[in-house]
């Protein structure tokens, strides 16, 4: 049974910095894309970095390209995300996904596992 669980989130103010972490198991880590993905109250789910199988390969929302890096490590079967320059409008709740594939798709049809969600709040 695949399994993701999400760490790191917390309240900090703007401009302050922040690293996620996800951690998983049930499957071969490294034969798959990961994804993280962010969903505020009243909004949908939205796509934030994915990264390839290898770690070749990472693709950004506009909204945080330049401020957000996504990494992998796979011999610790964990997808990181790093973001700096936090503004208000990155609060929300924050998870990380598993691809179907080795790519790093952008839409969420594209993973087929979830992990629980980590709370992001920034406060102004």
């Known amino acids: 049974q695949v399994q993701l669980v999400e760490s790191g989130g917390g309240l900090v103010q703007a401009g302050g910095s922040l690293r996620l972490s996800c951690a998983a198991s049930?499957?071969?880590?490294?034969?798959?894309?990961m994804g993280w993905f962010r969903q505020a109250p009243g909004k949908e789910r939205e796509f934030v970095a994915a990264?390839?199988?290898?770690?070749?390969?990472?693709y950004y929302a506009d909204a945080v390209k330049g401020r957000f890096g996504i990494s992998r490590d796979n011999a610790k079967n964990t997808v990181y995300l790093q973001m700096n320059s936090l503004k208000p409008e990155d609060t929300a709740v924050y998870y990380c996904?598993?691809?179907?594939?080795?790519?790093?798709?952008?839409?969420?049809?594209?993973?087929?596992?979830w992990g629980q969600g980590t709370q992001v709040t920034v406060s102004s």
């Open positions: 996904a598993s691809s179907r594939g080795r790519w790093g798709p952008v839409h969420g049809s594209e993973y087929n596992y």
């Open positions: 990264i390839t199988w290898s770690g070749g390969s990472t």
């Open positions: 049930g499957r071969t880590f490294s034969n798959y894309g």
